[in-house]
C-alpha cells in the first residue's frame, strides 16, 4: 500500500474496525438485563467477528466529504448497519433458508441457542437498528429530518425491494437454470443495496448535496456488486479457513453465482470493471475519497 | 351501547377498521411488483382480516386529543402498527415457536408459502413498518422530530425490551412451573407493550402534552394487559370458530397463562380491575375519551 503514499489501508481498516467493535460493545445491552438469553444471542452473533464493512464504508464516505470529525457521533449508524447485516445472515443460514451450520468459523447461531432464538435474535437486531436510528446521540447530533432521510434509506434498502426481495429470488431460483438477469437482481439487491445504502447513510449525515450523494450511492452500488462477485468467486476456490464456510457450498446447493454462469475468468473481469466504474464516479472528489478508492481495490484483491 | 348515548362502539370499530383496510389495501405493494411471491405472502397474512385494534387506539388516542381531524395523514402509522402486529403472529406461528397451522380461521403464512418465505414476509413486514414510518406521507403531515420519537417509541415497545423479550419468555417457559412474576413479565411485554406504543405513538402526533402523553399511556398498559388475559381465557373456553385457534391449544402446550395460574374466576377479575384502572387513566379527558373508554370495557366483553 505504500506505493499509494503515506496512506495504509491496513492500519486503516484495523483503526475503524476496532472503533466499531467498541462501539457495538457499548451499544448492545448485557447478559445482565432480562431475559439474558436474548441479548447473549445478539451478542454471539455479532460480536463474532467481521469486517465491518458496511460502517467502514460509511464512514469513509463522511471523510470523503470533510466530514470525519463526526466519526464518533456516527457511531450508532455504523452499528445499526451492522446489526441489520449480522440479522440478515442468521436468519439466511437458518434451516429453513441456507442451512448453514458454521458462519465465521464458529457454529451457527441456531446450532447454539435453537432455531426458535435464532429467528428472534435476528428479529430483535433488526428491531433495536431502528431503536439505534432514532435514539438520543443521533437526535443530539444531527438534524431531524436527515435522520428520517437516512432511517427511509436503509428500510427501503433491506425491504422488499432491496436485501428481502434479493433473499427471496436467491432461495427460490436455486437449482433453476441460471438466468444472467435473476443473477443480476440477486446481486444488486441482496448485497449491493444495503452497501450503497451504508454509502448514503455516511454521506446524508455529513450533509452530502445532491450530486455528490448520486455519486457516492453510484460507487456504493458498483463496490457492492463487485463485492458480491469476489463473495462468489471464494466460494469456489476460496480456503474454508479464511471464510469461515465451506468451499464449494454454492455449488452444492445449486445456487445461480456468476462463476456457475459464466466462469472464474469472465467473473474477475466483471468484478474488476464495477471497481473501476465505482472508481469513476469518485472523480470529482479530492484527496479525501482516498479511502473510498483504496477500499474498491481492496474488495478486488481480498482472499476472504 | 345506546345507553352510553348516542355513540355506537360496534359502528365507531366498524368505520375505523374499514379505513385501516383501505389504506393497507393502498400502502402494501401489489403482486405486480417483483418477486410477486414476496408481495404475495405479506398480503395474505395482513389482509387475512383481524380487529386492527392496534391501529384503532390509535386513532381512538387522537380523537381524545382533540386530533380527529387528522386520522387520514395517520394512516401510514396506524397500518406500520398493524404490520409489526402481523409480522409477530407471523413468526410466533412458525414450527420453531408454536407451530400453529391455523390463524383467523386460515392456513398460517409458513403452511401457505413455507417456512423461507414466512420468515422473509415478516422480516419483510417489520423492515416495511419503518419504511412506512419515515416515509414521505407522514413527513409531509408531522414535525420530523416528533416522528422521530414515534419511531423510536415503536422499535423499543417491539425489541428486547418489549415484545421480543416476552417472547422470548414465553416460549422458554412452556412446561416450566409457572411463577406469577414470569407471567407478568410475558404479557406486559408481548402485549401491553405494543399496545400502549400503539396509543403513545397516536397521542405524540396529536401533540400531547407531558401529562396527557402519560395518562394515555397508562390507559395503554392496562388495557394492553387486560386484552391478554381475556385472549388466555377465551383460549380456554372460548370457541374455535369465533377465535380461529384450537381451543385450549395453551394447556396442551403447557403455557404460563392467567386461569392456568389463578383459575378462571380470579382471572376474570384481574382483567376487569385493568379495565377499571385504564378508565381511571382517562379522567382528566372529556367525552372526546368516549371511544378510548368503550374501547377498554369492550375488550372486557369480547368473545374472539
Redo the contacts between chains.
Keep these: 500500500m505504500s506505493a499509494e503514499g503515506a496512506f495504509c489501508l491496513e492500519a486503516y481498516l484495523q483503526t475503524k474496525k476496532q472503533l466499531v467493535d467498541e462501539a457495538l460493545e457499548r451499544l448492545l ?1 448485557g447478559e445482565e ?3 439474558p ?3 447473549r444471542a ?1 451478542r454471539y452473533s455479532v460480536l463474532a467477528g467481521g469486517k465491518r464493512l458496511r460502517p467502514v464504508l460509511c464512514l469513509a464516505a463522511m471523510e470523503a466529504l470533510g466530514a470525519g470529525g463526526l466519526q464518533l457521533s456516527v457511531m450508532p449508524l455504523a452499528c445499526a448497519l451492522e446489526m441489520i447485516h449480522t ?1 440478515s445472515l442468521i ?1 439466511d443460514d ?1 434451516p ?2 441456507d442451512d448453514d451450520d458454521c458462519r465465521r468459523g464458529m457454529p451457527t447461531s441456531h446450532k447454539v441457542f ?4 435464532a ?2 435474535a ?3 437486531l ?3 437498528a ?2 439505534l ?3 438520543r446521540e443521533l ?1 443530539d447530533a444531527f ?3 436527515v ?3 437516512v ?2 434509506e436503509i ?2 434498502a ?4 432491496g436485501m ?2 434479493g ?3 436467491d ?2 431460483s436455486e437449482g433453476q437454470p441460471a438466468a444472467a438477469e435473476t443473477l443480476h ?1 440477486i446481486h444488486t439487491r441482496k448485497t449491493g443495496a444495503p452497501i450503497s445504502a451504508s454509502v448514503k447513510a455516511g454521506a446524508l449525515l455529513a450533509g452530502a448535496g445532491k450530486e455528490a450523494l448520486e455519486s457516492l450511492a453510484l460507487y456504493g452500488r458498483n463496490v457492492g456488486l463487485a463485492f458480491q462477485i469476489v463473495d462468489d468467486i471464494l466460494n469456489v476456490e476460496g480456503d474454508r479457513q479464511k471464510t469461515g464456510k465451506s468451499t464449494g457450498s454454492d455449488v452444492y446447493r445449486g445456487k445461480v453465482t456468476y462463476p456457475s454462469l459464466f466462469g472464474l475468468e469472465q467473473s474477475r473481469e466483471k468484478a474488476h470493471l464495477l471497481v473501476q466504474e465505482a472508481l469513476n464516479a469518485l472523480s470529482g472528489f479530492d484527496d479525501r475519497a482516498q479511502p473510498l478508492r483504496l477500499l474498491a481495490k481492496h474488495i478486488l484483491e481480498r482472499r476472504s
Tied chains: 1, 2.
Excluded at 114 to 117: A, K, V, Y
Design positions: 445491552p438485563n432480562y431475559p438469553l436474548i441479548f445478539v440479522y436468519h437458518l429453513a433458508m435453537g432455531e426458535d432464538i429467528i428472534l435476528g428479529d430483535a433488526l428491531t433495536e431502528f431503536a436510528l432514532s435514539g437526535r438534524p431531524a429530518d435522520l428520517l432521510t432511517i427511509h428500510a427501503v433491506a425491504g422488499c425491494f428481502i426481495g433473499q427471496v429470488v432461495i427460490r437482481y
